[in-house]
C-alpha cells in the first residue's frame, strides 16, 4: 500500500471515530437527570425554612418539579415530657397517640432558585417532635424522597406533681429556668367553658387581677410588678408546693398554669390539667419519702 492510500485510510479512521465520539457527547448531552442536595431535613421547634437545592439537566418542555407530602396516620407523643434545669434527660410521664397536625409543614418550589422550600411553623404543641415524608417528582425520572422532621417542643413551665385534698390542691409547679415567673389557677370544671382558648383563660387572669389591683389601690402593672419582681415570689421557678385552698369537696376542677412576666404579658402556651377533689373525711395516700410507697 503506497503512503499515500495509507493516509487517504487513517483520515477515514479518525473522521469515523470523531463522528462516533460526536454522537456520544451529542446523546449524552440529551440526557435528562433530577438530583437534590440532600434527603434528610431538620427543623427545630421555633419554626423555620429550609431549602434544598435541586438539580435539573436537560429539562424536559412544559414539565415541573413536583411533591406529595406523607404525613404518618398516627403517631406518638409523650405528654408532660420536659427538662429540668440541669438535666437533659427525657422523663416520660404518659404516652398517647395522637393523630398528626398536618398543617404545620408547608412547601413551595423555587424554580428560579432551583430550590424547594420547606416552610415550619412553631412546634408549640407536639412533645414528641413531628415528621413527614416529601416526595418529589419530575416528569417519569425516578421520584426522590426527602424526611423531614421538627424537634419537639420543651415547655417552659408544667405541673410535675400534685396532691389533692377535699378543700386544697398542692402542686408541683416545674420551669425550665429558675427566674421563670407564671399564673397558675383553676376554674370548676362546670364554669369552665368547653370553647375557652388560651387567650380566653388570659382575659380571666387579667380581670382576676385587675380586680386585686383595684382592691390594693394600684394599677395592674404596680400589682404585677409586686408580685413577679419579687424574687423569692411563690411564682417564680419551681416551686414544690403552690397550694390552693378554698375549694369544695368532691368537685371537678381544671388546673391551668402559663407563663406570664411582670409586665401582664403572656409568654408561654397555657397548660391545663384536671382533678376531683375527695370526699368529706377522705385523706391523700401520701407517699412514705424513705420506702417510696403509700403511707
Known sequence: MS?????NLLCVVFLAAAAVLSCEDEYAAKI???????????????????????RLVNPYDGEEVKYRINHPERYEIQIDTMRDEFDSVIVVIDTIFANTNKDWLKIEVLEEEAAVAFIASKNQTDTMGREATVTLSYATLPSIDIRVSQTFWVAPVYISDKIVYNDKVVLTVATNDKNYTWSCGLIPKSAFGDGW???????????????????????????????????????????????????????????????????????????????????????????????????
Open 3 to 7: 503512503i499515500k492510500k495509507y493516509l
Open 32 to 54: 435528562t437527570s433530577f438530583r437534590v442536595s440532600r434527603k434528610v431535613v431538620q427543623i427545630s421547634s421555633k419554626g423555620d425554612t429550609a431549602l434544598v437545592s435541586y
Open 197 to 295: 382558648s388560651d387567650e380566653d383563660i388570659y382575659q380571666h387572669d387579667l380581670a382576676r387581677y385587675q380586680e386585686a389591683a383595684d382592691a390594693e389601690g394600684k394599677t395592674i402593672e404596680e400589682y404585677l410588678d409586686g408580685i413577679y419582681n419579687i424574687k423569692k415570689s411563690p411564682q417564680r421557678g419551681k416551686n414544690k408546693e403552690y397550694t390552693i385552698e378554698g375549694l369544695e369537696p368532691s368537685t371537678e376542677y381544671v388546673v391551668y398554669l402559663y407563663g406570664l412576666n411582670a409586665l401582664g404579658s403572656r409568654t408561654s402556651a397555657v397548660y391545663l390539667d384536671g382533678f376531683t377533689t375527695l370526699a368529706p373525711g377522705e385523706e391523700p395516700e401520701l407517699e412514705d419519702p424513705d420506702s417510696g410507697v403509700g403511707i
